[in-house]
């Protein structure tokens, strides 16, 4: 293999690494009190049966002592999935003026479909007025860590 060759390969390789996931906000025109810097997701592609870790880079002008993240999951369009998360498990309460950093770490089991899926997340504060709302798209591969044996 010429040395240009290796080069790109490794350079394809490193990329697909650090690829940042694409965010938008719900309603372009609204004015949320929490900005969304960017989203981490590892590994990138999600491998069913595996850890992955979500990481969510926000700033806020205001202290937030409390509240919640509500979380959709679509597929092909098709609302497969939701669930409720307390912000203070995700993060460190309260949060302060400032950035900081929702992570959030779940295992898919073994049997999800391959694809790419849309997630929708709202944040709300304690008394659910609406902080940010981000949408983003996100992969699960082919591979699994689990064989069919162990369904």
């Known amino acids: 293999?010429?040395?240009?060759?290796?080069?790109?390969?490794c350079l394809l390789f490193v990329s697909t690494i650090?690829?940042?996931?694409?965010?938008?906000?719900?309603?372009?025109?609204?004015?949320?009190?929490?900005?969304?810097?960017g989203v981490d997701i590892s590994p990138d592609p999600i491998v069913r049966g595996q850890r992955t870790n979500f990481s969510i880079s926000a700033n806020t002008g205001n202290v937030i002592?409390?509240?919640?993240?509500?979380i959709e999951v679509s597929f092909f369009g098709?609302?497969?999935h939701s669930e409720t998360h307390d912000l203070c498990d995700e993060t460190s309460c309260p949060v302060a003026i400032g950035d900081f950093l929702v992570a959030h770490s779940q295992v898919l089991p073994g049997y999800t479909p391959p694809g790419t899926y849309s997630l929708k997340m709202k944040m709300l504060d304690g008394h659910k007025k609406e902080l940010t709302c981000i949408k983003f798209s996100f992969k699960i591969g082919l591979g699994s860590s689990s064989s069919v044996a162990d369904m």
């Open 78 to 80: 098709w609302h497969i």
């Open 65 to 70: 002592s409390h509240g919640k993240l509500e």
């Open 1 to 9: 293999m010429s040395r240009f060759a290796l080069a790109i390969s």
């Open 18 to 37: 650090v690829r940042a996931t694409d965010v938008s906000y719900c309603d372009n025109n609204e004015e949320y009190q929490v900005k969304v810097q």
